[in-house]
């Protein structure tokens, strides 16, 4: 696989203040790779800088084989961009979007199939202003495409949108991913990172404060993952066994619910179903939760994402 | 280039698709088309012509402002331009696709407005139709660069409301499209000049109505092209696509920069004044195309036929037609009607013989001896009085040449301005004395101006050859040399015959001074074309005036100054209490002249005053004796000297006619078209004919009848204007 983007130490000032404060990763070819962050943790920044849309302070930063700050024109040429808040001229039909942004490419696609593609044959022809939010959001992602490009970057594409339309960009997502291309994901939906991105960077205050596929990032969180029982009947006062590999354990009040945690939840459940079964407690209900990208965001910077 | 037409193609689709856009492009301007054109008599001339001019002009400013800059701004606002910011491409394409399509937009506007003009409004295909798409192409060009670069420096929609409405409302006030920059004070003239807007309605004004080519317009056309250059520039290098990107408040600055190839025009114009110039003489053209109907008057045809009941249309600054008896509705013709039952229509009055320099009256106040502020007030006070033509005979070349460009333009409002050369006269002949108290630089800078002495033959014909290209519309000889007390060198029989036949060879007229009978014979022999004053001293025989007519001489009896002579010498001031000398003034000078006539101060006139009587009675003797030879009589009054004040000259000379014995009709065919034809004229003005210039006096009662009623004027029209009597003193009584 090949390296399509290395960012080296970035920093971008705005006057005084710091908004990237040395950034370091890399996106493999193929690879989708979400920024995750709050807002103003400086993801926009970097993206921006990445697309050729604002210069940088310092730092090395390559994309596709070019320097966006010096070769923007050549690399919009080559990549895709789906921004969150555009907007098209109300009386502009579909088709007309599509054909007109893909003049400015040297590269362009059939701009039917594609529509086709995203579910937008039979709105080819109405005017913008005419579409539901959903179908803007993916006019948005075919104008992004017009140009067949090898990466894409998505600005959080799936705010503001109603649950249903979330679903139905998802898996379009998922098909640009199924087709090798290369994505870059910034979102402030954990659920959105975790099921789309093959590795996330969190951002906070300018800096990536944690980077790794979602599932080495929640093994990073100290025995994160919980059982939880619950009985029929309350647990006796001498408390419960101490399970291998649990690490801590909480009662509830009623005594009829415990949360066991524990690194290797597997082989700790094991014991615990046994030890209820032989106990006669009675198993009412039993749980396993692992942690949650949230939950490790919220470990790492002490906020949620969204505040 | 391909994103470059593909953008521009959807701009304009999307324009197209637009409500708001099709009302303010198409709607708005036609509907202001047609209530200028019905309000302000869009029909009547030339009207109609500064109606397009100010639809065009309002078309191309809001075309700029609003369809430009607002648009632009409103498309940043609306987050539409972000999405552009991602795509390779720079802003040029914008940019240029907002020059284009406004163009594009703007173009069938102008088509339509101008067909309209032609075919419901009778205005004629613009003559210069290249010339006037390319001003209208780089003037819309120039004002959406304009807009396009607001939009670059303002950070929001009301910020680009504030500044557009700032630049939009004065542009449009001040440049002559709403209001005629004529009528403003002449500070808001000058500040207008430093408007683009002034310079592009100007521009057109000067293609539309005069003709003008794009290389008269040279300085406004690089103007525009600087604009837009210097717009388009600005906008590239601020362009913003996002309106989270803010720009410094101090990039407005970059407004005045767009606007400095203006404030160089300004100030170049603030100095020159030229355009100001030029303006009031197109607001003078527009004056002259008007279309009016006289209706219902009596037509004095001006070759001795009179019209009892005729009605004449004026267009366009000619005679357009004479309905005999009823004439068909002012209305349907598209005329403003004027009421002429009870009234003539004459053609103007002409003066062939007026010293514009001399005050016309006794004074030895400096301020009237200076020609530069007195002679266009004179001119003025011609027209005034209804006399539309003068021919100078004998003031400074320069001054006559520099008036007559100034009267042709229109940039100046006054009589029709004929002029004859410096007077060909013997050195100490009369002409010269009036020149002997001045110090020696000054007599020969003021010789040089107003008299030539040419010693022979040779020198007479390069003198006059030498006046042909000063614009002179003829040669004056004097060939008088006085008599009793006061003699004059007499000019050389050969040396005068030369001065006629060269001015023969250059196509000029003669008009020959004459004293007594010998000049009048020698003047006939070498064939001059008029002779003025004849003489007083004697009765000239038959067999003279018979020659006179045989040869086709004119004679200009100038019988007003005679009659001012001996009145003023008999201490008599009934003259300057006549009500039109009185109106024309000025008032202190006719004041000064009864002070002098009453308290004496002519000296040795007095004394001679039965004898000069006696001159004035030969005079009119000897006239009756030219009409009933049947030889061409002109008026002509000699005006400046004695009390003949300039105006109301002519008025006076047919008055002195009638009362000579010569028919009404007959002095006033010598007031107007014999005199027209003396001047050269006589093939557009002179008559009431179709064709002719609608220069015509239109009098009260019937002088055909009375002749005093020639001193109760109604209207003056000059070449189509109808004069406003009532003001035309106006800028002259301010100083």
């Known amino acids: ?307 | 280039m391909n994103s470059y037409l593909t953008y521009i193609k959807t701009q304009l689709r999307l324009t197209m698709r637009d409500r708001t856009v099709l009302v303010f492009t198409y709607l708005f301007p036609l509907l202001f088309f047609f209530i200028f054109a019905q309000t302000m008599g869009g029909g009547k001339g030339a009207m109609i012509i500064q109606v397009v001019n100010m639809v065009l002009v309002i078309g191309v400013l809001g075309g700029g402002f609003f369809g430009g800059g607002m648009r632009a701004t409103m498309e940043r606002e609306a987050n539409i331009l972000r999405r552009f910011k991602v795509a390779p491409i720079t802003p040029m394409p914008i940019i240029v696709s907002s020059l284009v399509s406004g163009l594009v937009n703007f173009l069938p506007v102008a088509v339509l407005v101008i067909s309209i003009a032609h075919f419901r409004y009778g205005m004629p295909w613009p003559e210069k139709w290249l010339s006037l798409s390319v001003f209208l192409i780089v003037g819309s060009f120039s004002f959406r660069a304009l807009g396009m670069m607001i939009a670059s420096v303002a950070n929001s929609m009301q910020e680009s409301q504030v500044i557009i409405q700032l630049l939009y409302f004065p542009m449009l006030f001040l440049s002559g499209a709403t209001f005629p920059l004529s009528i403003m004070p002449v500070w808001l003239q000058i500040v207008a000049q430093f408007l683009p807007s002034t310079h592009l309605y100007e521009g057109m004004q000067l293609i539309l109505l005069k003709q003008e080519g794009l290389l008269d317009n040279m300085s406004k056309l690089a103007a525009l092209l600087a604009t837009t250059a210097v717009g388009m520039f600005v906008s590239f290098t601020l362009f913003r696509w996002e309106k989270e990107e803010k720009i410094k408040n101090s990039a407005k600055a970059w407004i005045m920069v767009v606007m400095l190839p203006f404030v160089a025009m300004g100030a170049y114009e603030g100095y020159t004044r030229d355009s100001i110039a030029k303006q009031k003489s197109v607001d003078r053209d527009l004056r002259r195309n008007h279309t009016r109907l006289i209706k219902d008057a009596r037509v004095f045809v001006g070759d001795g036929t009179v019209i009892e009941r005729a009605s004449v249309l004026l267009k366009n600054g000619k005679i357009e037609d004479i309905f005999l008896g009823d004439a068909p509705p002012a209305k349907s013709l598209n005329a403003d009607e004027e009421e002429g039952a009870g009234k003539t229509l004459l053609p103007g009055l002409i003066d062939v013989h007026v010293h514009l320099s001399a005050p016309g009256g006794y004074t030895d106040k400096p301020e009237f001896y200076d020609p530069l502020k007195n002679v266009p007030r004179r001119l003025a006070a011609y027209l005034f009085t209804g006399v539309t033509a003068v021919r100078s005979a004998g003031d400074s070349i320069d001054l006559m040449q520099k008036q007559s460009k100034l009267l042709g333009s229109g940039e100046q409002l006054g009589t029709e301005l004929f002029y004859l050369g410096p007077m060909f006269t013997a050195e100490g002949g009369h002409g010269t004395e009036y020149f002997k108290m001045l110090p020696e630089q000054m007599r020969q800078q003021a010789m040089a101006q107003t008299v030539r002495t040419p010693k022979t033959a040779a020198e007479a014909g390069e003198q006059v050859a030498a006046l042909k290209p000063l614009g002179v519309d003829g040669i004056k000889a004097i060939l008088e040399s006085g008599g009793g007390s006061m003699t004059f060198n007499r000019l050389d029989t050969g040396v005068y015959k030369a001065i006629v036949a060269a001015a023969k060879a250059q196509g000029l007229p003669v008009s020959t001074h004459t004293g007594d009978l010998r000049d009048i014979n020698d003047s006939i022999e070498a064939g001059t074309t008029s002779i003025e004053h004849g003489t007083t001293r004697q009765e000239i025989p038959a067999e003279v005036f018979a020659r006179m007519k045989a040869g086709g001489i004119y004679y200009d009896p100038t019988l007003t100054v005679y009659e001012a002579v001996a009145e003023s010498a008999a201490g008599k001031t009934d003259l300057l209490d006549r009500s039109l000398v009185m109106q024309a003034g000025p008032a202190a000078l006719i004041q000064s002249s009864k002070q002098w006539i009453q308290s004496g101060k002519l000296g040795d006139m007095s004394a001679h005053s039965a004898a000069i009587t006696e001159q004035f009675t030969t005079a009119k003797h000897n006239l009756l004796a030219a009409y009933q030879a049947g030889v061409t009589l002109v008026t002509g009054s000699d005006a400046g000297n004695s009390t003949v004040s300039h105006g109301p000259t002519v008025h006076r000379e047919v008055e002195l006619w009638v009362d000579a014995g010569v028919p009404n009709i007959a002095a006033l065919v010598g007031a107007t078209g014999n005199a027209a034809k003396l001047l050269g004229a006589g093939n557009r003005i002179g008559l009431v004919k179709k064709g002719y210039e609608a220069t015509l006096l239109l009098v009260d009662g019937d002088p055909t009848k009375d002749i005093g009623a020639i001193e109760r004027i109604s209207r003056v029209f000059l070449k189509g204007e109808g004069i406003d009597r009532s003001e035309i003193f106006d800028d002259y009584n301010k100083k």
Not at chain 1, 38 to 67: C, H, W, Y
Not at chain 1, 106 to 120: A, G, H, M, N
Request: net charge negative.
């Open chain 1, 1 to 307: 696989m090949e390296t399509a983007i290395a960012v080296v130490d970035l920093h971008k000032n705005y006057g005084d203040v710091k908004a990237v404060r040395g950034i370091d990763f890399e996106v493999q070819e193929g690879e989708v790779f979400g920024l995750l962050g709050p807002n103003g943790a400086g993801k926009t920044t970097t993206v921006e800088i990445m697309e050729g849309l604002r210069p940088r302070t310092s730092g090395q930063v390559n994309v596709l084989g070019f320097d966006p700050d010096i070769q923007s024109r050549q690399l919009k040429d080559r990549i895709g961009i789906c921004l969150q808040a555009t907007n098209l001229p109300d009386k502009i039909k579909v088709i007309e979007a599509l054909q007109m942004f893909a003049a400015f490419y040297t590269r362009s696609t059939d701009c039917v199939k594609l529509l086709e593609r995203l579910q937008l044959g039979e709105k080819r022809n109405s005017f913008y202003s005419t579409l539901s939010g959903g179908q803007k959001q993916r006019v948005a992602l075919a104008l992004a495409l017009v140009n067949e490009p090898k990466l894409v970057f998505l600005d959080e594409p799936t705010t503001g949108l109603d649950p249903q339309v979330r679903l139905e960009i998802h898996s379009l997502i998922q098909e640009l991913k199924d087709a090798k291309r290369t994505l870059v994901l910034t979102t402030h939906y954990i659920e959105e990172a975790e099921r789309l991105c093959d590795r996330v960077a969190i951002v906070d205050q300018g800096k990536i404060i944690a980077q790794g596929t979602p599932r080495e990032l929640q093994e990073r969180i100290l025995g994160q993952s919980k059982i939880e029982v619950d009985t029929v009947e309350p647990i006796p006062p001498e408390g419960i066994p101490q399970f291998p590999f649990a690490e801590k354990s909480v009662i509830s009040e009623d005594r009829k619910s415990v949360i066991i945690h524990s690194p290797s939840p597997a082989k700790t459940l094991v014991e615990v179903v046994k030890w209820v079964d032989q106990s006669g407690l009675g198993l009412e209900d039993i749980h396993l939760k692992r942690p949650t990208l949230e939950d490790v965001f919220i470990e790492l910077t002490g906020k949620k994402l969204r505040d």
